[in-house]
Every structure is written in C-alpha cells, then in structure tokens.
C-alpha cells in the first residue's frame, strides 16, 4: 500500500484489504499483461493499459529469468481496478480514506479510484512493483525485509525521489540514519513515530537504489535469487556482493559513504 509521505500514517502495513467486491459493473479492457476493470470504459482505461504496460517493461527488467511466456500472460494477466470515485473505492473496499491504491498478491490485482492523486506516475508502479516483487521472491518469504520490499515500490516512483534523497542526506549528515538492523527489524510502522517512518521509506528506496545501480543489474537479481531461495539475508548479501560487501555493517558504511559522495 502507498501510503502519502507527508501523512505518513501508521497503517503502512495493515491488512485493511477485502478483495473486490462484485458489487460495480465493470467494464472490461485487456491487454497483454493486464486487464483494466473500470466503472467507466474508453479512453481512460485504454490509458491505464498503455502506462501499465509501461511500468510493466521498466520493473520487470531487473528479474531475468521471470518465465517469459505465460508470467502475467493470459489467464495469469494481472487485474487492476479501477473505482469511480475515492469515496466508493473507501466503501468498497474497507480501506482508510487517506489511501490511494493497494495490491492484493493472492489476486494478483492493483485496485484504485478515478482522480486518485499521482496514480498513473505513483501508485500504479509502485504497487506493480511490489507484486512483481513479492512473486519473484515468493510471498511471505521471512528472509526479505519490509523495507527491501518497500524501497523496490517506492524506487519505481521516479517522482519522489529529490525529495526522499534529500531526507537521506541530510540524516546521513547529522549521523541520525536508522542503521539497517535496526530497519531489518521493523516489519511495521505501526507506534513509530512520524520521523522515523519517513526516514523507514526514504532510506529503504536509497538503500535499495544502491543495491540494485552500485553494480550492473546482475548482482541484484542474483541476490533477490538468493533470498528467494531460503538463503539467510547477510549471507545473501554477502554472496551476490562479494567484493563490495561481505556483511550488513559493510553494506551500511558503503551506502553511507555513497550518500555523503552525491
Ligand atoms: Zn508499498
């Protein structure tokens, strides 16, 4: 779920979704690797199909080996809802007003209102990205951390970027970052403060960043390979990292430097 950084809640990973309900007439729009249902068909679901298609081509690289011919291919397309309006989407789908979109992995669905603030540029990547994710490393994988998870979504919105660097910088700056066992360990923002959830996502996607630009692209699948195998996170990291990093506390003080040199 995304979740506005500026009214960064506490709900970030609280299972608020009910599955879509049967209750709207949907028009129906597929394409290639998605089926758009909206309250209202045409252009604007054709819109969402073109820039899903889009984010699809751009997340999906970073997973080589995803099988090509059926991975969200007909009958596996992934669905995305598109509601009318915030208030029936609230209504209908039980989730908190200050909400824009969700992903349901067990669905395989992304589920959004009309006008939802910075869908086509935010929400739709970012929630892509996580089920692109989550189905790679296989769901419920103890071995992937929340914020691994969040900074792949968030690092998909291009658009936040400046401002979350800026956040890392300046913690970096004034020693005041969340070291990375610290974010390991937070599987939920629940009772954080506000300060710290902001700095929960802004690290997590500089973090992920890192991983996935500090080395051709081949060493952050090799390493998402790795967790999905079962292999223990440091030694995941330690693996598909091997010159650059053989520990967590290396990792942090490389990424640390990284910052302090952009
Ligand atoms: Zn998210």
Redesign the pocket.
Known sequence: ??IRLFTLALFLFSMLQRPVSAGPAWHETKGKHFIVYAQEGGSFSNSVLRKAEEHYQSITRYFGNLPKSDFWSWDNRCKIYIYRSRAEYVSQTGQPEWSGGFADVNSRSIVSFQNAPDFFDSILP?EMA?LVFREFVQLNNREVPRWLD?GF?IAQETNVRTALDETVRKAVARNETLSIGRLNAMSTLHQQPTESARLFYAQAQSITRFLIEGRDGSYFLNFCRLLRDGVEFEDALRRSYRRDFGSIDDLEKSWRRHVKRH
């Open positions: 779920m995304r970012h996580h969040e979504a």
